[in-house]
């Protein structure tokens, strides 16, 4: 199993930045791929960015342009870079470790959750 350790979020301006963190421990040898996901009250959870061990990436539409998903190897470490946040970008963001095989996000198979991590857009 892998445990994830998600760290970064908080409250931010309209327009302004933030950048997530999650590191990886454990069974990581077992997986070919790391997720970033949110849900907002109400709402059902979706996957918004994915990347593989080699660096492939997809994203969802409603963030693609703005978010950037990249890892560290060394250090078993996923961040989500997030640029010109927006009131409707506020949810619980988790970090999810897992399997994906193709260029859809849609194929991304979830595996071992974070604990989660709070993200406001507001002024």
């Known amino acids: 199993q892998v445990q994830l350790v998600e760290s970064g979020g908080g409250l931010v301006q309209p327009g302004g930045s933030l950048r997530l963190s999650c590191a990886a421990s454990g069974s990581i040898f077992s997986i070919n791929a790391m997720g970033w996901y949110r849900q907002a009250p109400g709402k059902q959870r979706e996957l918004v960015a994915a990347?593989?061990?080699?660096?492939?990436?997809n994203y969802a539409d409603s963030v693609k342009g703005r978010f950037t998903i990249t890892r560290d190897n060394a250090k078993d470490t996923v961040y989500l870079q997030m640029n010109s946040l927006k009131p409707e970008d506020t949810a619980v963001y988790y970090c999810?470790?897992?399997?994906?095989?193709?260029?859809?996000?849609?194929?991304?198979?979830?595996?071992?959750w974070g604990q989660g991590t709070q993200v406001t857009v507001s002024s």
């Open positions: 990347i593989t061990t080699g660096g492939s990436t």
């Open positions: 999810n470790a897992g399997w994906w095989y193709s260029s859809s996000l849609e194929s991304y198979a979830f595996g071992s």
